[in-house]
Structures are given as C-alpha cells and as structure tokens.
C-alpha cells in the first residue's frame, strides 16, 4: 500500500502519461528483480525523456516525496530498496541506443538501455564495451554507471568509471547537468562526471552516458585449470599476460566449493579433470586465430606442468564446450537457490595477499561458526573476491553477520585493498563504510551530499547515514 497523496500521482500522470505510473495492481507487471523491498514504494513511474526525469523530480521536490532510481534492479547490496511514502522512478522506457561510431568508437545511449543490447550494436561495428557482467541481460547502461561495475575485463579495460567518455544527469533541483564529451582528452575544469559515477543514484539521475568501446577481437579461445594453489593461478594469470600470442580478456576464479556446486548441478565433468582442485582458472585469450589462440592455451598449460605435474586443462573446442564452462563461473542462482538470502561479500584484495587473506579469513569464519565454508569465486587478475556464506540470510543474525563483517573487512583497508570492490554501498553498507572509511573521507562525502541534494530526496539513507533531513523524511 503506498502513502502518496492521489493529487501527486495525477500530477506524475500529466507528465508521463497515465499508462506510466503504476500502482496498486499495475505493479504485478513489473519485475521487483533481486529483493521485494525494491519495490516497497508501492509506486513506480516511467519516464521516456530526459526532460519528464527532470519534470518528475522537480515535482518530488516541490512535495517534499523521496525519490529512488531503478536500473535493472540487480545490485545486491539494496541500493534499489524503496519505503512506502517514497517513488521509484524506472529508467526502463529510457532504452534508445543514440549514437554508435566505429571511427570514433564511442556509444552514447539512454541510462535504461541493457549491457547486453550495447553490446549487440557495438559488435554490429566489430566492437565491444569493454566491460562485461553475468547479468549483462538485465544490467543498465545507466544503473551500471550509478554503481561503477566491474566485472570481467576490469584489470584490463578498467571498471565503468574508466568506461565512461560523458554524462547527463538530472539533479536534486531539475536541473540538468549535460556534458556528453565523446573525446578521451578533455581538460575542461572539474570533471564532474566522477562525483555521479558510484554514487548510486544520491546525487543525481543518470539519463545519458557516452561511452567508450573497444575493438573486438576476431576469435577467443577459452580453457579452464585445475589448480593446487593460489600462487599457481596468480602464475597463471601471470603467464596469460605474458602470452606470445594474443591477450588474456578474463582469469575468473573458482575456489573448490563453488566448483563442486556448480558442476555437480549441470552435469559437468571431463576425462582427465578432477573435481578435487583446490581452485579452478577460467581464462579467455582473444586475437586473430583461434587455433593458434588455442596453441597457445597449449604452451602455457606445458609450460604450467613443469612446475605443477598435477595441473589440468580443459580447452574449449566449440562454442558449446566454452559456454559450458562459463556456467561453471557464472551461475551463481545456484547458490542462493540452495541458500535463500545467503549473506555475499565483495572485496578487492592487492594480488599478493590473496592467499593470505584467505586463509585468515576462512579459519575466522570457522571460528564465528564452525559450519561456514562458503563459496569463493572472483576476477583473479584484479584482485576481486566474492565470497558468500553457505547459509540462507535468516541464519546469520545480526551479531553473527558483524563477526563476519569484522572477520573479512580487518586490515583490508590496511593491506591496500577495499570492503567494496564492485557491488556498492547501498542500505547494507552504510554502517561498514561509516566504520572503515577515513572520516574525512566520509565527511567530505556528507558535503557533497548536502551540498548536491539541500533536499535529500535522492535515494534516501543509501551509501551514507540518513542526514537530519533525510531522518525527518
């Protein structure tokens, strides 16, 4: 049951079209993605121009209603969580691929418009976004560009941040801030784009994003290693840099409970691969030909047994055998299909502490509960773990869930590493960013805030503690 007054929701209405609010039983049309609460306002409006964004948000403004911006509602940390008395506006009819140049390699296109369409029309030109997520289906241009994603081809193209050539954003007051710069050089003042990008949608609304894009390679070749250790896969990620032949595009990796999980449930096996590896290496080379891309997963794997006999490889020789393995990485419903709600962890972690932070943090785990084993998988080559407990969300209380917290953020920030590699702050991070943050950090943070949203009705309580305004809301 949303609270907003019948006078407000006409006034919407007039700006977007009556079909484009929805309510009530409208609502059931509409996805709640990754979490119910995402839809907690009860009260959805679909904007189709960057002017009916700003239109709706001076209207928010003008009765005092908190505004929430939904992408493709796949973040995990509840930066989409929307409270009765509060709109959610949906980028989703936001979705016109704008401009795709393949002497400029650059894509501008509305915020609501999916990683996966982008790519489409980027690979129409032999291009390629440069990122890459296993929600690309759902994942938003603009939604990406709020939460600076990561993903896959990070430690090689740079997360969304390094993405992103130019923005336009509607801000707290309507008002709509325009610099689609289309040039990598652009020593013009202030960067303002950067103060959008990671915010999560509490400084302003993402509506347009110029890209950059890269060229796709005209073949891939994939293979996965079994692997006794840590340090092996980092010397393999090491000798995929290194390759004589072509470049490494991902090195994704899958501790051994993860793996089991995975290709148990699908079925997977193959003569001469055991299950029994301590961590598994998915790694993609991309260039010219794929048989010699495939020679050369070759010559690394020989060049691996020399110093680790009990390796194995797994070398894709067909589309099918190279999604097969992908899955292996990229279900990751499984998990939260076995345990609803499991509590995950987002971390990035300096390449030559990883395995010491794993073994600290496991044995700690043990120590908060001696049924933990989660499941670890990441992007090994820039340091980016997940982590996620092996027990539904209703298990892990609130003390238990800060002993864990205490258990995998101590010393990361010492160690040069982060509590938040690519997921975000949103609802469920805010205490952890307020206790592990530099406090000028957090302070200059609040100044921004302030001085951006005077109002505080852009996404209300994410990413910082609720200000005296926000509170009163």
Same mark, same amino acid.
């Given at each position: 049951m949303d609270c907003l007054r019948p006078e407000f929701k006409d006034e919407l209405r007039k700006i977007v079209g009556d079909g484009n609010l929805k309510d009530g039983e409208a609502l059931s049309s509409i996805d709640h993605g990754v979490a119910p609460e995402n839809l907690g306002a009860g009260v959805v409006?679909?904007?189709?121009?960057?002017?009916? %964004?700003?239109?709706?948000?001076?209207?928010?403004?003008?009765? #005092?209603?908190?505004?929430?911006?939904? &992408? &493709?509602?796949?973040? *995990?940390v509840g930066g989409a969580m929307s409270r009765p008395g509060e709109l959610v506006l949906s980028t989703a009819r936001l979705d016109r691929i704008l401009h795709v140049s393949s002497v400029e390699r650059v894509a501008v296109v509305e915020a609501g418009v999916?990683? +996966? =369409?982008? +790519? =489409?029309? !980027?690979?129409?030109?032999?291009?390629?976004?440069?990122?890459?997520?296993?929600?690309?289906g759902s994942a938003t241009?603009? #939604?990406?560009?709020?939460?600076? !994603?990561?993903?896959?081809?990070?430690?090689?193209?740079?997360?969304?941040?390094?993405?992103?050539?130019?923005?336009?954003?509607?801000?707290?007051?309507?008002?709509?801030y325009?610099?689609?710069?289309?040039?990598?050089?652009? =020593?013009?003042?202030?960067?303002?784009?950067?103060?959008?990008?990671?915010?999560? &949608?509490?400084?302003?609304?993402?509506?347009?994003? !110029?890209?950059?894009?890269?060229? +796709?390679p005209l073949a891939n070749a994939t293979v996965l290693f079994g692997l006794p250790s840590v340090d092996a896969a980092?010397?393999?990620?090491?000798? #995929?840099?290194?390759a004589k032949y072509g470049q490494l595009r991902a090195a994704e990796a899958i501790w051994n409970g993860y793996f089991r999980l995975t290709s148990g449930h699908h079925r997977w096996s193959v003569t001469d691969y055991s299950a029994d590896h301590p961590v598994n *290496?998915?790694?993609?080379? #991309?260039?010219? @030909?794929?048989?010699?891309? +495939?020679?050369?997963? &070759?010559?690394?794997?020989? $060049?691996?047994?020399?110093?680790?006999?009990?390796?194995?490889?797994?070398?894709?020789s067909s589309v099918a055998q190279e999604a097969d393995l992908w899955r292996l990485r990229e279900d990751t419903d499984l998990i939260y299909r076995k345990h609803p709600g499991a509590p995950s962890y987002d971390v990035s972690v300096p390449l030559s502490e990883?395995?010491?932070?794993?073994?600290?943090?496991?044995?700690?785990?043990?120590?908060?509960?001696?049924?933990? $084993?989660?499941?670890?998988?990441?992007?090994?080559?820039?340091?980016?773990?997940?982590?996620?407990?092996?027990?539904?969300?209703?298990?892990?209380?609130?003390?238990? =869930?800060?002993? %864990?917290?205490?258990?995998?953020y101590r010393d990361i920030a010492v160690i040069g590493g982060s509590f938040s590699a690519e997921h975000g702050i949103g609802?469920?991070?805010? @205490?952890? *960013?307020? !206790?592990?943050?530099?406090p000028v950090k957090v302070a200059l943070m609040r100044r921004v805030k302030d001085a951006l949203d005077a109002s505080a009705i852009l996404n209300p309580g994410k990413v910082l503690r609720a200000g005296k305004r926000e509170a009163s809301l």
């Open positions: 409006v679909l904007p189709r121009t960057t002017g009916e %964004v700003s239109a709706v948000v001076k209207c928010c403004v003008a009765n #005092g209603v908190p505004l929430v911006t939904h &992408g &493709g509602r796949t973040g *995990l999916t990683l +996966q =369409a982008l +790519q =489409a029309a !980027a690979s129409e030109h032999r291009l390629e976004t440069g990122i890459d997520l296993p929600s690309r241009i603009g #939604g990406m560009a709020s939460t600076n !994603a990561g993903g896959i081809a990070a430690f090689r193209h740079g997360v969304m941040r390094h993405r992103i050539l130019g923005l336009e954003v509607v801000l707290a007051d309507g008002s709509i325009s610099d689609l710069t289309r040039v990598v050089k652009n =020593a013009a003042g202030y960067d303002l784009k950067h103060l959008f990008v990671g915010a999560e &949608g509490t400084l302003g609304i993402i509506t347009r994003v !110029a890209v950059k894009l890269e060229p +796709q980092l010397e393999t990620v090491r000798r #995929g840099l290194d *290496l998915l790694v993609s080379l #991309g260039g010219a @030909e794929e048989e010699a891309l +495939q020679s050369e997963l &070759g010559r690394i794997y020989e $060049d691996l047994v020399e110093d680790h006999p009990d390796a194995s490889a797994v070398i894709a990883i395995g010491t932070y794993l073994d600290r943090c496991l044995a700690g785990l043990k120590e908060v509960d001696a049924t933990f $084993d989660p499941f670890v998988f990441g992007h090994l080559a820039d340091g980016n773990l997940h982590i996620v407990l092996n027990a539904a969300g209703r298990e892990v209380p609130g003390e238990k =869930a800060r002993a %864990v917290e205490t258990v995998l609802l469920k991070r805010v @205490e952890s *960013l307020s !206790a592990i943050s530099n």
